[in-house]
C-alpha cells in the first residue's frame, strides 16, 4: 500500500507572497524519492489555533504529516505551541537539548540569547530531530497514529534534517516500495490534441498513470510507477517508449534539458557552427542559444536587425524584396539568414522575423505572425507560425520554434526533413495548410 503524505507550510510570508514555497517543492521530490507520495498540502498562518487544526485535519487522512516553519525564538513562532495543542501534550523543557543549544553558540564564538531558550520546549514524549546547519531543533511524534514531523522554515535546515532523519526513517517504512517518475518535454501539439494522440493508440494500465503539465513553450508528460525499484524501471521504460513512438519528433527529451542543451548537443557532436538574425524576438534567440555553457564550441554571432535599413545594411536583404514583401515575410526571412551564414561563414544560419505586437497587425499579417528562416549549403527555407499570446509570449515562443526548427535539421539532415518533422510535431499543421500544401 502507498504511504501518502501531506505537507504543511506555516507562515505568514508565503501566503503573503512574499516568500515562495520552496520548501514544499524539495519535499514533495524527495518524498517520493523514498516511496511516500505526497497527497495533501496547505499553507497556514502564524496562528497557533490554525495550525492546531490543519495538523488535527491532516492526521485524519495521511499516513505521514510534514510541517515547516515557526520553529523560531520569536514570539510569532508558534508551532511548538500547536503541535502540543494538536497532540493534547504539554510542552516541556528538554535540558539535554538546551544545553546542547548553548555549546553550538559557544562554539561559533558567541552567547545564546536568552530568547533562543523556548526552541528547547518541546510536546512531552516527542523525539528530537537534529538540525545540523542551525539552531533549530526539530521534532517527531505520534498523533491519533499518525507520524508528524516538525522542521524548521529556513531551506537550507530543512533539508539538512529531511536528507540526515526524515527520509532514512521513512524510506524504512516504505519497505523498499518507491514511486519514480519519467518526464518527457514535448513541443508543437497542444495538450488536447496530445491527449487525443495518446488515448486513441494507448491506454494507461493501473501499472502507470500520465500526467500532462502544459510548459510555457510545450507539454510536459509525467509518466510515474510504483512498486519494487526494478519493476519501476521496467514499466516506466515500456510506457516512455511507447509513448515516444506514438508523439514522434513531438517529444524532443526526457527528465530535464531544456530544449537549446540538447541542440547544442547535436551541434557538438555534428561539429557544426550556427550564427543567428533576429529582428522580433530582439536577440532572445541567441540569449538562449549562448545560456548553455560550452556554447562557444559553436554559436558564432548574432546580428539583431530590428529596423529596415539594418536588415539591408547589415545583412543584405534586398530593399526590393523588403518594399514589395515586407519585412515580415518568408522572402525577408530566407535573406536574413544567407545574409547572417555569409558574414559568419557557418555551417547553419537561421533568422526570425514577425510580428510580436500589441501593435503592428494587419488582416493579412496578424500580430503573432512570425517567420523562420533557415540556410545550410546553397539551401534556404522559410517556415511560417503564427502565436497567440502578449509580447513577451510571441517572442518566447518565436525563439523556441527556432530552436525546434535547428533540432529537426540535425535530427533529419535536410530541410524537407525539418517540414516532415514540422508537419508530425504539430508545429506545421496550420501552416501547410494555409499555404495549401501536404
Same mark, same amino acid.
Given at each position: 500500500?502507498?504511504?501518502?503524505?501531506?505537507?504543511?507550510?506555516?507562515g505568514?510570508?508565503?501566503?503573503?507572497?512574499?516568500?515562495?514555497?520552496?520548501?514544499?517543492?524539495?519535499?514533495?521530490?524527495?518524498?517520493?524519492e523514498?516511496?511516500? $507520495?505526497?497527497?495533501?498540502?496547505s499553507?497556514?498562518?502564524?496562528?497557533?489555533?490554525d495550525?492546531?487544526?490543519?495538523?488535527?485535519?491532516?492526521?485524519?487522512?495521511?499516513g505521514?504529516?510534514?510541517?515547516?516553519?515557526?520553529?523560531?525564538?520569536?514570539?510569532?513562532?508558534?508551532?511548538?505551541?500547536?503541535?502540543?495543542?494538536?497532540?493534547?501534550?504539554?510542552?516541556?523543557?528538554?535540558?539535554?537539548?538546551?544545553?546542547?543549544?548553548?555549546?553550538?553558540w559557544?562554539?561559533? &564564538?558567541?552567547?545564546?540569547?536568552?530568547?533562543?531558550?523556548?526552541?528547547?520546549?518541546?510536546?512531552?514524549?516527542?523525539?528530537?530531530?537534529?538540525?545540523?546547519?542551525?539552531s533549530?531543533?526539530?521534532?517527531?511524534?505520534?498523533?491519533? &497514529? %499518525?507520524?508528524?514531523?516538525?522542521?524548521?522554515?529556513v531551506?537550507?535546515?530543512?533539508?539538512?534534517?529531511?536528507r540526515?532523519?526524515?527520509?532514512?526513517?521513512?524510506?524504512a517504512?516504505?519497505?523498499?516500495?518507491?514511486?519514480?517518475?519519467?518526464?518527457?518535454?514535448?513541443?508543437?501539439?497542444?495538450?488536447?490534441?496530445?491527449?487525443?494522440?495518446?488515448?486513441?493508440?494507448?491506454?494507461?494500465?493501473?501499472?502507470?498513470?500520465?500526467?500532462?503539465?502544459?510548459?510555457r513553450?510545450?507539454?510536459?508528460?509525467? =509518466?510515474?510507477?510504483?512498486?519494487?525499484?526494478?519493476?519501476?524501471?521496467?514499466?516506466?521504460?515500456?510506457?516512455?517508449?511507447?509513448?515516444?513512438?506514438i508523439?514522434?519528433?513531438?517529444v524532443?527529451?526526457?527528465?530535464?534539458?531544456?530544449?537549446?542543451?540538447?541542440?547544442?548537443?547535436?551541434?557538438?557532436?555534428?561539429?557544426?557552427?550556427?550564427? =543567428?538574425?533576429?529582428?522580433?524576438?530582439g536577440?532572445?534567440?541567441?540569449?538562449?542559444l549562448?545560456? =548553455?555553457?560550452?556554447?562557444?564550441?559553436?554559436?558564432?554571432?548574432?546580428?539583431?536587425?530590428?529596423?529596415?535599413?539594418?536588415?539591408?545594411?547589415?545583412?543584405?536583404v534586398?530593399?526590393? %524584396?523588403?518594399?514589395?514583401? &515586407?519585412?515580415?515575410?518568408?522572402?525577408?526571412?530566407?535573406?536574413?539568414?544567407?545574409?547572417?551564414?555569409?558574414?559568419?561563414?557557418?555551417?547553419?544560419g537561421?533568422?526570425?522575423?514577425?510580428?510580436?505586437?500589441?501593435? &503592428?497587425?494587419?488582416?493579412?499579417?496578424?500580430?503573432?505572425?512570425?517567420?523562420?528562416?533557415?540556410?545550410?549549403?546553397?539551401?534556404?527555407r522559410?517556415?511560417?507560425?503564427?502565436?497567440?499570446?502578449?509580447?513577451?509570449? $510571441?517572442?518566447?515562443?518565436?525563439?523556441?520554434?527556432?530552436?525546434?526548427?535547428?533540432?529537426?535539421?540535425?535530427?533529419?539532415?535536410?530541410?524537407?526533413?525539418?517540414?516532415t518533422?514540422?508537419?508530425?510535431?504539430?508545429?506545421?499543421?496550420?501552416?501547410?495548410?494555409?499555404?495549401?500544401?501536404?
Amino acid at each position: 500500500m502507498v504511504l501518502k503524505a501531506e505537507i504543511i507550510t506555516v507562515g505568514n510570508e508565503i501566503l503573503s507572497g512574499a516568500t515562495l514555497n520552496s520548501n514544499a517543492a524539495v519535499l514533495g521530490r524527495r518524498l517520493l524519492e523514498v516511496g511516500v $507520495v505526497p497527497q495533501w498540502g496547505s499553507v497556514v498562518a502564524d496562528d497557533a489555533q490554525d495550525i492546531a487544526r490543519a495538523v488535527l485535519h491532516s492526521v485524519e487522512r495521511a499516513g505521514v504529516v510534514i510541517v515547516t516553519g515557526g520553529l523560531g525564538p520569536t514570539p510569532d513562532d508558534v508551532t511548538r505551541e500547536a503541535i502540543a495543542a494538536a497532540a493534547d501534550r504539554p510542552l516541556v523543557l528538554r535540558e539535554d537539548l538546551l544545553d546542547d543549544m548553548r555549546r553550538g553558540w559557544t562554539a561559533r &564564538g558567541t552567547t545564546m540569547p536568552e530568547s533562543n531558550t523556548r526552541q528547547a520546549f518541546l510536546p512531552a514524549r516527542s523525539s528530537v530531530i537534529p538540525n545540523p546547519v542551525g539552531s533549530a531543533p526539530g521534532f517527531r511524534l505520534k498523533i491519533a &497514529g %499518525t507520524d508528524v514531523f516538525v522542521l524548521p522554515g529556513v531551506p537550507a535546515e530543512m533539508s539538512g534534517m529531511l536528507r540526515e532523519t526524515v527520509l532514512p526513517a521513512l524510506a524504512a517504512r516504505a519497505r523498499g516500495r518507491i514511486r519514480r517518475f519519467r518526464t518527457l518535454h514535448t513541443i508543437g501539439w497542444p495538450e488536447s490534441a496530445i491527449a487525443e494522440r495518446i488515448s486513441r493508440r494507448l491506454r494507461c494500465s493501473g501499472e502507470w498513470s500520465l500526467a500532462y503539465l502544459p510548459q510555457r513553450g510545450g507539454v510536459d508528460l509525467r =509518466v510515474g510507477a510504483a512498486g519494487s525499484p526494478a519493476r519501476v524501471n521496467r514499466v516506466l521504460a515500456d510506457a516512455v517508449g511507447r509513448i515516444r513512438r506514438i508523439l514522434g519528433p513531438a517529444v524532443y527529451g526526457a527528465d530535464g534539458g531544456p530544449l537549446e542543451a540538447l541542440v547544442g548537443r547535436q551541434l557538438l557532436r555534428r561539429g557544426w557552427t550556427v550564427s =543567428v538574425a533576429e529582428s522580433c524576438t530582439g536577440g532572445l534567440l541567441s540569449n538562449l542559444l549562448t545560456h =548553455v555553457p560550452g556554447s562557444s564550441a559553436y554559436f558564432d554571432r548574432a546580428v539583431v536587425a530590428y529596423s529596415n535599413r539594418a536588415k539591408t545594411s547589415l545583412l543584405g536583404v534586398s530593399p526590393k %524584396t523588403l518594399r514589395a514583401r &515586407g519585412a515580415v515575410s518568408g522572402e525577408v526571412a530566407v535573406e536574413m539568414a544567407r545574409g547572417v551564414k555569409r558574414l559568419s561563414r557557418t555551417t547553419l544560419g537561421i533568422s526570425v522575423t514577425g510580428i510580436a505586437g500589441p501593435g &503592428g497587425g494587419t488582416k493579412n499579417k496578424p500580430v503573432g505572425l512570425v517567420y523562420v528562416g533557415l540556410a545550410v549549403g546553397r539551401s534556404a527555407r522559410a517556415f511560417r507560425f503564427q502565436f497567440p499570446g502578449d509580447r513577451r509570449s $510571441v517572442k518566447y515562443r518565436s525563439s523556441r520554434a527556432a530552436l525546434n526548427l535547428l533540432r529537426l535539421y540535425l535530427r533529419g539532415g535536410t530541410l524537407d526533413a525539418v517540414e516532415t518533422g514540422m508537419w508530425r510535431s504539430g508545429e506545421g499543421e496550420k501552416r501547410i495548410r494555409q499555404d495549401g500544401r501536404g
